[in-house]
């Protein structure tokens, strides 16, 4: 892929616990592809990634996620990993930030535990997406049909189940937001 995302404005949201490859593989994707990706964070200075079954690396947290506006980014990565959506589901800037991309038509990817974090939006009614079987509940009373596939693509909401999936939801992420910003450069 050329660098189709020049001058797209990527957000991923995490906290201390986010799953390490599906952040870093979306991360290490879109800035080969020319996107500029800010991570967002509760946390202060550094999130600690989860990697297998143990504490991973640190990153740099480049935004707090009080500080930050939806209409900021054109594009929205949402990793999974249980400790990481614990935290970010509790604060009230993720539902509004999540909320902003929903309503404005924006694109989404999220993947694993991190589509639960759409579940908190309340603006899923009529949409089909994917989710780890340990969310099911969450995504139903949402209003979203659940799809059993590994990847679901509805409009600009793009799901993954689990990290099996994550070549190919990667890949895919990419193809949305470059349609999606071939679109806006266009307008």
């Known amino acids: 892929m050329e660098?189709?995302?020049?001058?797209?404005?990527?957000?991923?949201?995490?906290?201390s616990g986010f799953e390490e490859t599906e952040m870093t593989e979306a991360q290490r994707a879109l800035l080969k592809a020319g996107a500029t990706v800010k991570t967002i964070s509760t946390d202060q200075g550094l999130a600690n990634g989860w990697h297998g079954k143990g504490w991973g690396h640190f990153f740099p947290i480049d935004l707090q996620i009080g500080d930050v506006l939806g209409a900021d980014f054109d594009a929205l990565v949402l990793p999974g990993g249980e400790r990481s959506?614990?935290?970010?589901?509790?604060?009230?800037?993720?539902?509004?930030?999540?909320?902003?991309?929903?309503?404005?038509?924006?694109?989404?990817?999220?993947?694993?535990?991190?589509?639960?974090?759409?579940?908190?939006?309340?603006?899923?009614?009529?949409?089909?997406?994917?989710?780890?079987?340990?969310i099911h509940e969450a995504i139903g009373t949402s209003g979203a049909q659940l799809v059993d596939e590994a990847i679901v693509l509805d409009g600009v909401l793009l799901t993954g189940r689990d990290v099996t999936a994550l070549p190919e939801f990667v890949a895919q992420l990419l193809k949305l937001f470059a349609e999606c910003h071939q679109v806006k450069r266009a307008a």
């Open 85 to 134: 959506v614990n935290k970010l589901s509790l604060n009230p800037h993720t539902k509004r930030i999540v909320g902003h991309f929903l309503d404005a038509g924006k694109p989404i990817a999220a993947i694993d535990q991190g589509v639960g974090l759409l579940a908190q939006a309340r603006k899923l009614n009529g949409r089909q997406m994917t989710a780890p079987e340990s």
């Open 3 to 15: 660098k189709e995302l020049v001058g797209c404005n990527v957000a991923i949201i995490m906290a």
